[in-house]
């Protein structure tokens, strides 16, 4: 009885230990990948996990920009948005490669974009690739994102490009050989909070109400599995993601996501390419 005493207790610590060092783990994500710009505030939920809030008001935004660049990789993060009017703000998740909009700039995005009181968020997700961009796909997510974390990936790889809401997957960009796409350029990750009243809510005819200021969008459980630029000590063949390619399932999503929730596609508006449509419209 001793012995079988001794070796439960043995068992609880070890799962006592393997638990306090997950979440040790998890609550550096933010010093150990991110270096931070604005008011950004850290706090630790019930369970310990590290709570990064990201902060805007009238004088400016915040975000999170990571320390390395990546090629190629699968980037997650629970997100849990502002509450009530949001009109005119912007929250992102995404990759870019550096400032500006030449022909050297790829990027490929998740954007939240505010909203008024009882409207949905939209979710807009973009592509750029060698400064060629306009490549929206906009879907009003169908749960209210500020009243509980949800998950948001991207799975970049040399084949395609695969958008996840809380693991269901939304939206796949293929490459094709003839056609620009993001495959060259290591890319940072950013988490970003900003006035996007010029844009953001009904093209900017709403924009934000400053009286409801600070805003606060909040961030947790940030993952990677991705290849670091320049780092030949990682193999970059490596890993499920790479070779990740839109299975049956994620085809079944893609089609309920765009009958159900889809409020703008770049590839049925004719005001926007009135000389044609980009070319991977036509094979999808």
Not at 39 to 57: E, M, N
Not at 190 to 211: C, K, L, P, Y
């Amino acid at each position: 009885m001793a012995r079988r005493s001794m070796a439960l207790l043995l068992a609880v610590g070890v799962v006592a230990l393997l638990q306090a060092a997950s979440v040790a783990s998890e609550s550096t994500w933010l010093d150990d990948k991110f270096n931070t710009h604005g008011d950004v505030r850290a706090d630790y939920d019930k369970s310990g996990r590290l709570v990064t809030s990201l902060v805007l008001d009238r004088h400016s935004g915040s975000s999170l920009i990571s320390k390395q660049k990546y090629l190629f990789g699968k980037f997650s993060i629970e997100a849990k948005l502002v509450p009530g009017n949001s009109a005119g703000t912007v929250s992102c998740f995404y990759l870019t490669s550096g400032p500006g909009n030449g022909t050297d700039h790829d990027e490929i995005d998740m954007e939240f974009m505010g909203n008024t009181t009882g409207d949905p968020v939209v979710l807009n997700t973009n592509v750029w690739a060698s400064g060629d961009g306009k490549k929206e796909h906009q879907f009003d997510l169908w749960f209210d994102p500020a009243a509980d974390f949800h998950k948001y990936t991207i799975i970049w790889n040399p084949n395609n490009i695969i958008f996840q809401v809380d693991d269901v997957t939304v939206r796949a960009f293929k490459k094709y050989d003839d056609l620009p796409y993001p495959d060259s350029r290591p890319m940072e990750v950013h988490a970003t909070f900003w006035d996007g009243s010029f844009w953001a809510t009904r093209n900017g005819a709403v924009t934000i109400d400053w009286t409801k200021a600070p805003f606060v969008t909040s961030y947790r459980a940030y993952s990677e599995h991705a290849c670091v630029a320049g780092d030949g000590k990682k193999d970059c063949s490596g890993g499920a993601w790479m070779d990740r390619v839109p299975d049956d399932d994620d085809r079944v999503t893609i089609a309920w996501a765009k009958r159900n929730c889809m409020s703008y596609n770049y590839c049925a508006d004719g005001w926007r390419f009135p000389k044609g449509f980009p070319g991977e419209c036509k094979r999808n």
